[in-house]
DNA sequence: GAACACCCTGTAGCGACTACAGAGTCAAGC
DNA sequence: GCTTGACTCTGTAGTCGCTACAGGGTGTTC
C-alpha cells in the first residue's frame, strides 16, 4: 500500500509516518518503480503500536525500547514493566502539579470577582505583588497546559 | 545592575532574560559603556512579574497581555478575568486527560506483574494487539508528560 | 494530452527555553 | 602594566514531536 493508504488506516498523517522512518522508528519500505513507498501488513501493525504508544503520551526515545522488546521476544521483558512504571510515575507527578497549579489559580481568580480597572484588579495585584515566592529558584517548570491541536 | 544579579535576584537565567527581551516582554534595558545590559528595580519587578505567571503555566502570548494591562491601568480589566478563567479551563482539561491516561497505563501494567520473556508480556500484547481504537482518528494528543528539567 | 490526486525530498516553523562558540569587559591581585 | 578569572556580549543550533510548506515528479482517468 501507498504512504497514502497507510496514514488513512493508521489515522496518522503522512509526514508523521515519514518523520517515524527518518527517526529509526519504522523501518525503511520498499519502494515502487516510481520512488513510491511501498508498505505492507507488518508496517501497518508497527505504526499502530507507535501510534497506540503515543496516545498513552509515551516519549519517541520509550517506545524505542518497547520496539526492541518487541522485535526480540526470547528477551526478559522487566524493563519493559520499569519502563512503564516511570512513565505512570511520570504521569502522576504532572496531575499532582497541575492539581496544585489549579488550586493557586482559582485562588487568583478569586481576587477580582467583577470587571473594573486594571488599576484596582485584584488578580494583576497578586500577580505582581510581593508573595511566597516558593519557585523563584524552584524551578520545577512544567511543560505547557496549552494545547498544540490540529 | 548587571544581568547576573538580574538572574541571581529573581531565580531566572541569564539565557532566558535575553529571550524575554528579544521576544518583547522585557524593555531593552541601558547599556554601560562596555556594552553590558544595565538594570533597574524596575526591571526587577517586571521580571518577577513574568516568572511568577510562567510558574502559572501560563503561555508567553498570556502573559504578554496581562504586561497590557499591567502598564494601562486605566483600563477595563474584564479580559483579564477572561485569559485567567480560559488558562483555568485548560488546566482543568488536561488534568482529566492524564487521569484518563493514568488509569489506561495501570490497567496496561496490571497485564505483566513478573518479569517474563518479552514473547509472553502483557504489556506489549495489550499494546500491540487488537484494541479498542478510539484515539486512531481522534487525535486528541495532548502535549509531554516528560519534563525538561535543567 | 490535460487535469487532478497523489507522492517525493528538503527545509523551516512551533514554544520556551538551553547550550554552546568565539569574542569582549572588568575588577582584583601582583 | 599584566595576568587571571569571573563575568558579559552576539549569534546560532539544539530540544521534542510533529506540521507546513516549496518545488518538483508520478500515475490514473477522461
Redesign the pocket.
Known amino acids: 500500500m501507498?504512504?497514502?493508504?497507510l496514514?488513512r488506516r493508521t489515522g496518522c498523517?503522512?509526514?508523521?509516518i515519514?518523520?517515524?522512518e527518518h527517526e529509526g522508528l519504522l523501518p525503511k519500505p520498499g519502494?515502487?518503480?516510481?520512488?513510491?513507498?511501498r508498505y505492507g501488513q507488518e508496517h501497518a501493525e508497527l505504526l499502530s503500536f507507535i501510534r497506540r504508544c503515543?496516545s498513552l503520551d509515551?516519549?519517541?526515545?520509550e517506545i524505542r525500547i518497547l520496539l526492541r522488546f518487541r522485535s526480540a521476544p526470547g528477551e526478559n521483558c522487566g524493563e519493559v514493566n520499569a519502563l512503564l512504571d516511570t512513565h505512570i510515575g511520570h504521569v502522576e507527578e504532572r496531575i499532582a502539579e497541575l492539581q496544585s497549579l489549579e488550586i493557586q489559580l482559582r485562588a487568583l481568580r478569586n481576587k477580582c470577582s467583577s470587571a473594573r480597572s486594571a488599576e484596582d484588579c485584584g488578580i494583576l495585584q497578586g500577580l505582581g505583588g510581593a508573595s511566597d515566592d516558593r519557585d523563584a529558584s524552584g524551578?520545577k517548570?512544567v511543560p505547557?497546559t496549552?494545547s498544540?491541536k490540529?
Open positions: 501507498t504512504i497514502g493508504e496514514a498523517g503522512i509526514e508523521t515519514r518523520y517515524y519502494r515502487t518503480s516510481g520512488n513510491f513507498r503515543r509515551m516519549a519517541l526515545n524551578d517548570h505547557r496549552h498544540t490540529r
